[in-house]
């Protein structure tokens, strides 16, 4: 099918979509205008909410906190999980503890289950909200980087033994390139779950981030805040899906594909 032939589709496309924030504002303006500010203010009052909280210094570091909490916790899970799945196919004595006890167990705990742990053995704090998300994040990891092993093309593989008998340069060279494409969608994924955990755990668990400010707001009964931070939320997840993650996956994607 030609580009011409596409371009009244993603029109079309595109227009169903503007008609649906506009009804999506269209119904949260009227509801709004039915009930009290504190069941569901308002789009004029949580944008105004929101541009306090931008210049309010404790607000946005809370903002700050979170990102930070996300990024620590993607980081550990990734490196975890991938080293317990690199362990398991490497390691054949270890595969069944790996994958048939360690991460159906892990994926199967809640991240609710984690934040109680946690507080008990933490207490209120950073360290809490890190070592719940990073427990939920481990079984992505652990199973996207499973496999990505079991799928390395072994011809390759093969043919790079008789290049060269490092080990450590079939790795570098030959392995880890092959890995990238699902590295990638194993960070993609954990940064889209890791903050859905991080509102529980911060609500719970954390004295600062988003969900600590939820809490915050939760008591008050500032809802235009439990609103503005949702908008911060999902704008910033969408912002960096769409302008860093797709950008990226489409060019390894290319680049796989050419190799």
């Known amino acids: 099918m030609t580009s011409s032939a596409l371009d009244p589709a993603r029109r079309k496309a595109r227009l169903a979509g503007h008609l649906f924030v506009l009804a999506f ?4 303006i009227l509801y ?3 009930v009290e500010s504190y069941v569901m203010p308002g789009p004029w009052l949580v944008f105004s909410r929101l541009g306090l909280m931008f210049t309010d ?3 946005v570091g809370h903002m700050f906190y979170s990102f930070a909490h996300i990024i620590v916790s993607v980081a550990i899970s990734f490196v975890l999980g991938s080293a317990l799945a690199f362990i398991a196919h490497y390691l054949g004595t270890f595969e069944l503890m790996v994958h048939g006890r360690l991460s159906p167990f892990l994926n199967s705990f809640s991240g609710i289950g984690w934040t109680f742990l946690a507080i008990i053995w933490f207490g209120i704090s950073d360290i809490t909200v890190i070592f ?4 939920v994040l481990i079984p992505f990891a652990i199973i996207n980087m499973r496999e990505a092993l079991v799928n ?3 011809e390759r593989i093969e043919m790079s033994v008789s290049f060269t008998r490092s080990g450590w340069r079939r790795f570098r060279l030959v392995i880890l390139p092959s ?4 590295i990638f969608a194993t960070i993609r994924i954990s940064f889209g779950v890791a903050w859905k955990v991080a509102l529980t755990a911060e609500l719970f668990g954390g004295n600062t981030g988003l969900g600590y400010m939820l809490n915050l707001a939760r008591q008050d009964f500032d809802m235009p805040l439990v609103i503005a931070v949702i908008v911060v ?6 912002s960096t899906d769409r302008w860093i993650f797709m950008p990226v996956q489409a060019h390894l994607a290319r680049h796989h594909v050419s190799n």
């Open 179 to 182: 890995l990238y494409p699902f």
């Open 152 to 154: 390395l093309d072994q």
């Open 57 to 59: 210094v404790h607000e």
């Open 32 to 34: 709004s205008s039915v």
């Open 132 to 135: 719940v998300i990073s427990m």
């Open 233 to 238: 939320i999902i704008a910033f997840v969408y």
């Open 25 to 28: 504002f269209g119904v949260w």
